[in-house]
């Protein structure tokens, strides 16, 4: 089973400040995160808690649900 304390995800759509804090707003509801970043320039969110398969999972969702793709 897969675990640790970060995972850098590639997200496609995030173009200003205002689509970084909604995948932020919608990364930090996932239950096991404590901190994200995200940034619309390199096209990433760093994600920092206690993180499992499952809790990336739940972070893949939240971000499509939030309108952008995870590309990886």
Request: hydrophobic share 35%; charged share 20%.
């Amino acid at each position: 089973m897969f675990s640790s304390d970060s995972v850098t995800l590639k997200v496609a759509g995030m173009t200003c400040g205002h689509c970084e804090a909604r995948v932020v707003k919608a990364v930090s509801s996932v239950e096991g995160v404590k901190s994200c970043k995200a940034s619309s320039s390199k096209g990433t969110v760093v994600v920092k808690g206690n993180l499992t398969n499952d809790t990336v999972e739940r972070i893949r969702a939240a971000i499509t649900e939030a309108g952008y793709s995870v590309t990886e």
